[in-house]
């Protein structure tokens, strides 16, 4: 394993410890003989920690999650690329958001 598939495939769900098996190993194996995804590793499992603790103090309003959620059902049945894109502008969200709390912690 190199470190571009590491990094693509193997680190959110690695530092989620959701990898079994084979996949665990290599990814223990990679990151045991390279400092760099090992770095990463420990950023992801940071910004993850960071996201789920400042997700709790920073909770949206109630009538914001439910309109977000009535979108995500609206989202029309095989719309899967709509929903994966909403998916990915959530995520992106909250790295923006775990950054300024990075930040503004300095
Ligand atoms: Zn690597």
Do not use: W
């Not at 223990?28 to 997700?55: F, P, Q, S, W, Y």
């Not at 049945?77 to 300024?100: C, F, I, P, S, Y």
């Amino acid at each position: 394993m190199n470190c571009q598939e590491y990094i693509e495939r193997f680190l959110s769900a690695h530092a989620d410890n959701e990898l079994r098996g084979r996949e665990r190993r290599a990814a223990n194996d990679h990151v045991g003989g390279c400092g760099a995804c090992r770095a990463c590793l420990a950023d992801e499992r940071k910004l993850k920690e960071l996201i789920r603790t400042r997700i709790r103090v920073a909770r949206a309003p109630s009538d914001v999650r439910l309109r977000i959620q009535a979108a995500l059902e609206e989202t029309p049945e095989g719309g899967v690329a709509e929903r994966k894109r909403l998916h990915q502008d959530a995520d992106r969200l909250l790295r923006a958001a775990a950054n300024q709390c990075n930040q503004r912690d300095r």
